[in-house]
């Protein structure tokens, strides 16, 4: 079945509080996509925040970010009497600015909040209690890392409760993930209304600053002093010449073997259950993962090393016989991850940038995969297209009238092409569908801070002025239903 979505995130959403959040205007966003014909509304990663605001290493796998709650739901529910606006017209996230702003109106609803039966099963789910032990520790050790916290802290006993004021802490941060989650409960089910379907993301690995790694360290290659003994990342690619070291823990997979995998496991059940499809970020490390001594500055140095994919998929659908994964496949792959992949039958993904870049010639091999103009991680199409030299775009766009495709805007001639390519389903970011440069780039790999995961919409307005061209394009490479 042919369908077409957009890559949105949450955060860019247009706001008047400083930062994309789950109230009124993400609902708009869902009656503006399915208006122009769209079935799916993929976005990045809702997990809380991690070192340079990055969604990819968040502070744990189940819960949200604190940011993306909605002040007008609070109010709606009586929670907050009132509530300012902050940042309206910020055309980039400044997150540390945007929870300094929100921290009030959150002790607020806190204060006012009384527990009821709802309340009270959600703290039963085993990730909530640790979350808010976890929360509380950090922000009372100045968010340091939890390695840097007492001998008892780092033991993460309940015990440390006793404490009043770090057991009210947790409890308010059990209560922002409650409110995070009715949330995004409510606007989930207006989008799936719609006819909606929302992609998630979950990052392959965990941020070492985690609950996910606090609360379980027998999961990962650690030292005797609880330190990564290495870490993840990527050797010298396209993106970057040193390679990309992202910082992430090892897993230990013969221990997760002996577990049959339940912390993977009981990651992907609980975020099946959030999402209704679920995009694996970096899929091949399934098959082959970069093993990088945790004493090296690069990802220069490493090795690729086999992890038991076929008998963790095996062990995977005979408990989750019903999840629905998408693999993200890009990069050079050997055949084996490929043939992972096709063995359970997951959608891959291509890049149409990387096909006029000679990185990948077959992006029209087959219909079981997504094709994207770009992700996050790409240069925009118009920043990319600036960055050509002029016989390099003339190739382009006389590739482009080959096809029959004559858009007077390059990145019309790119979405053209996408949503009429044979694959199943094709994904295009906000950024291009509404032309923008480099400075609406959400992510650039292998750097840190900057204006990096802070691209924000101001309105709609720009986006409603696509509406004619998008859900003709959709309507004519069938991709309505």
Not at 267 to 282: A, C, G, Q
Request: include cysteine; charged fraction near 30%.
């Amino acid at each position: 079945m042919r369908k077409s979505g957009i890559l949105m995130p949450i955060s860019s959403l247009p706001s008047n509080t400083g930062v994309g959040d789950f109230g009124d205007n993400a609902k708009k966003f869902v009656d503006l996509i399915e208006a122009m014909g769209f079935k799916i509304w993929q976005i990045l990663p809702l997990n809380p925040l991690g070192f340079g605001n990055s969604p990819y290493q968040p502070y744990s796998s189940y819960a949200m970010d604190e940011c993306y709650i909605s002040l007008k739901k609070l109010q709606e529910e009586g929670l907050i009497s009132s509530f300012d606006s902050f940042d309206e017209n910020a055309e980039q996230v400044n997150y540390e600015e945007v929870r300094k702003f929100k921290a009030t109106y959150l002790q607020e609803a806190f204060e006012n909040f009384c527990e009821d039966e709802e309340f009270n099963r959600f703290v039963e789910i085993p990730w909530v209690k640790r979350y808010g032990l976890f929360s509380a520790l950090k922000k009372k050790n100045g968010l340091k890392e939890w390695s840097l916290w007492s001998e008892e802290e780092q033991g993460g006993s309940e015990d440390l409760l006793k404490d009043e004021v770090l057991k009210k802490s947790a409890q308010k941060e059990i209560f922002i993930q409650y409110e995070l989650k009715k949330q995004w409960n409510e606007l989930k089910a207006y989008a799936n209304s719609k006819g909606i379907e929302i992609m998630g993301d979950l990052p392959f690995y965990v941020g070492y600053d985690s609950e996910d790694v606090y609360s379980s360290k027998e999961n990962f290659l650690l030292d005797d002093k609880s330190r990564p003994s290495f870490i993840a990342g990527v050797p010298p690619d396209y993106f970057s010449e040193t390679g990309q070291r992202w910082g992430n823990p090892i897993y230990d997979w013969e221990y997760l073997k002996k577990t049959e995998f339940k912390f993977w496991i009981d990651r992907l059940k609980y975020n099946s259950e959030v999402f209704d499809i679920l995009r694996i970020d970096h899929f091949r490390a399934f098959d082959t993962y970069w093993k990088i001594p945790s004493s090296c500055p690069t990802a220069q140095e490493g090795e690729w090393v086999e992890a038991p994919g076929k008998l963790f998929f095996d062990t995977l659908f005979e408990k989750l016989p019903d999840i629905h994964l998408v693999a993200e496949d890009l990069g050079e792959l050997r055949r084996e991850v490929l043939e992972l992949r096709d063995a359970y039958h997951f959608k891959g993904m291509k890049i149409i940038q990387f096909a006029f870049e000679g990185f990948d010639q077959t992006f029209d091999d087959r219909k079981e995969m997504i094709i994207y103009t770009g992700t996050h991680d790409n240069e925009t199409i118009v920043g990319w297209f600036d960055h050509m030299n002029e016989e390099d775009q003339k190739r382009t766009l006389d590739f482009f009238k080959s096809k029959g495709i004559k858009n007077k805007k390059i990145n019309h001639s790119f979405i053209s092409y996408c949503l009429s390519s044979i694959a199943e389903l094709a994904i295009v970011p906000m950024w291009d569908i509404l032309g923008l440069d480099n400075n609406s780039r959400m992510n650039v790999p292998g750097t840190i801070g900057g204006s990096n995961w802070r691209w924000k919409m101001i309105d709609f307005d720009s986006f409603k002025k696509e509406k004619s061209f998008l859900k003709k394009l959709n309507e004519k490479t069938d991709r309505i239903i």
